[in-house]
């Protein structure tokens, strides 16, 4: 495919070169250059049309690019939304409203009205290739915008979320596994690694742990370790624990905090740090 990044006085000026592009078999598609607020939804029929209007997704662009074929583009926000956004909602307008999933993504290209749809599928019975028709253009952004928005960033974030889970598990399965022999180790790891080895650990011993639980578990260790303060806790936490997003959507850094502070008061690991120093003291002075 031929591209060209033209503003709308360039394609006006340029009008006769399409026409004659048109002419030699090729079709002229468009679509808003950079991030936009529009989300097309191709191969639509009549019914399709009036059923997005009924449910207040009303379109602010129609074209009719074959006789009872449409394309819609729906603006959805006056300003950029990001191109996963568009390609959700693309995919989910054309599955609902019996469009062509094939061309549900955000960088998908409509048909420019005025100018021949060439596909063979569509010449007419008298052997023509039919214009593409601008049927209705208001260009306003449809009226249940904002709620879809919403629902969206809840799909992605949850999208979000499972993926990072998924990331975390592993990273304790192959990270975690290198760095946890019986024995432990000689010197400390980094925050986020400390948390993954122990993590490696305690699921030989629990495989469905209570992950709030392991938190806790690995909290106290690291602090009776005597090799990390409660900065280090929670960063290995926020950095570490699987399911985190999930489990304290909306107050990771909080829970964090608070989980790494009472583990750093914790009697009984306090009491064990100050033995692991002490031992760490008398070696050093006996070297």
């Known amino acids: ?38 989300v097309l939804v191709d191969d639509l029929k009549p019914e399709a049309i009036a059923r997005l209007k009924r449910q207040g997704f009303n379109p602010a662009i129609v074209t009719e690019t074959s006789p009872g074929n449409f394309q819609a583009w729906l603006k959805v926000s ?17 599955k609902d409203f019996g469009g062509d999933p094939n061309s549900a993504d955000a960088q998908h290209y409509g048909r420019l009205a005025g100018f021949t749809n060439q596909k063979p599928s569509r010449l ?65 790891l980094e925050p986020i690694a400390e948390y993954r080895r122990q993590a490696a650990i305690l699921l ?16 106290t260790a690291m602090v009776a370790s005597g090799q990390y303060d409660a900065a280090d806790v929670e960063r290995a936490i926020l950095g570490g624990s699987p399911n985190l997003q999930t489990r304290k959507a909306g107050h990771l850094e909080d829970y964090a905090h608070r989980t790494a502070l009472k583990a750093w008061q914790d009697p009984t690991a306090q009491a064990q740090r100050a033995q692991m120093l002490a031992k760490q003291r008398d070696q050093e002075w006996e070297r």
Do not use: C
Not at 14 to 21: D, E, F, P, T
Not at 78 to 94: D, I, M, Y
Not at 204 to 219: F, H, N
């Open 1 to 38: 495919m031929m591209s060209r990044l033209w503003t709308p006085d360039d394609v006006l000026k340029n009008v006769a070169w399409l026409k004659r592009m048109n002419a030699r078999g090729n079709d002229i598609y468009v679509r808003p250059a950079g991030e936009h607020g529009l």
């Open 124 to 188: 007419l019975e008298n052997g023509l290739h039919p214009y593409v028709l601008l049927r209705e253009w208001s260009g306003q952004v449809m009226s249940k915008a904002q709620e879809l928005l919403e629902k969206v960033d809840r799909f992605l974030d949850a999208q979000d979320a499972r993926r990072e889970q998924k990331r975390r598990l592993e990273a304790i399965h192959t990270e975690g596994v290198k760095y946890a022999p019986p024995w432990g180790l000689k010197t400390a």
């Open 204 to 219: 030989k011993k629990y495989p469905q742990p209570d992950w709030s639980r392991v938190d806790w578990m690995i909290a």
């Open 78 to 94: 006056k300003v950029p939304v990001e191109g996963r956004v568009r390609t959700v909602l693309a995919r989910s307008f054309a």
